[in-house]
């Protein structure tokens, strides 16, 4: 293993506690991080274009072999995590610009994370990263329509301009990845050895200029956002479990589409809450980026001791 792999791997494994330093940093020195803002699209654009270099074929023929297990995975995590968002903006009576973040993050595909988690929690990873990389594609039309559907309560939503952004943001840097991995295999593998490294480096990043736009405004709501992102994160991943169990799956598929449910692409969200509404619409998702994998990685650890004997492929 080269030292760039080394570094990669541990920055990977430490990313939680970089973005916690960082976003300290960034929320009592904001001045020192206000001007990354500008940079939050491109930032996520360099993130999914390291997913595309990571794509394999075999990622999709999951969906041939299972379309059902995938199907109700997708479907699960588009039906429970926005509904589940809005019901809380609701029922809490969150002030707008915070409903609109808390909804944006619902609102989101499954975060690339969630992947690591399930190999981690010992479930089913090809559904997993089938489920991810479903979603994902889905998202330029499922993700606008789903905001347009729980957050223009609150504020007009423009499908057009949601759909273009998603676009630009993740799916054409998806696809170039992919394209420059099947064409060029060999660098590109090279490349995704260093891409957990720069991934780390551009979500941190991310979370900090959004930390530093509102630090003010998270010194008043702060722990309002906190308790509901939380709320949110482990509703969804105990609705997501159980919503696998009733649909007859067993246990590696429960704990798969726990985690594809519970888990966001918050990286998303906070480029089209900053693009799109405002700073402190961003800070649902920069905390739930945060969050998010503390939890699943407390999940995880709990799931790898969960064994079912009568286990299926």
Known sequence: ?????KISNFAGKTFT?????????????PDQFIGLGKYIVPLLGIVMFGMGLTL???????VLKRPKDVALGVIGHFIIMPLLAFILAVGLDLPKEIAVGVILVGCCPSGTASNVMVFLARGNVALAVAIASVSTILAPIVTPLLILLFASKWVNISFAS??????????????????????FGKQANAGAKAMPLVSVIAIVLIVSA????????????????FGVVILHNLLGFLIGFFFARLCGMDLAKQKAVAMEVGMQNSGLGVAIATSHFSPLAAV?????SVWHNLSGSLLANIFSRMKDKNQKD
């Open 1 to 5: 293993m080269g030292v760039i792999e």
């Open 17 to 29: 506690l970089w973005v916690l330093i960082f976003a300290i940093l960034a929320f009592y020195l």
């Open 56 to 62: 394999e074929a075999s990622d999709f023929k999951e």
């Open 162 to 183: 949601l759909f273009l952004s998603i676009i630009q943001v993740v799916i054409i840097p998806l696809v170039l990845g992919a394209i420059i991995k099947k064409f």
């Open 210 to 225: 959004v930390v530093a736009g509102s630090a003010d405004k998270i010194a008043q709501t702060g722990l309002l956002i």
């Open 284 to 288: 649902p998702s920069a905390i739930f």
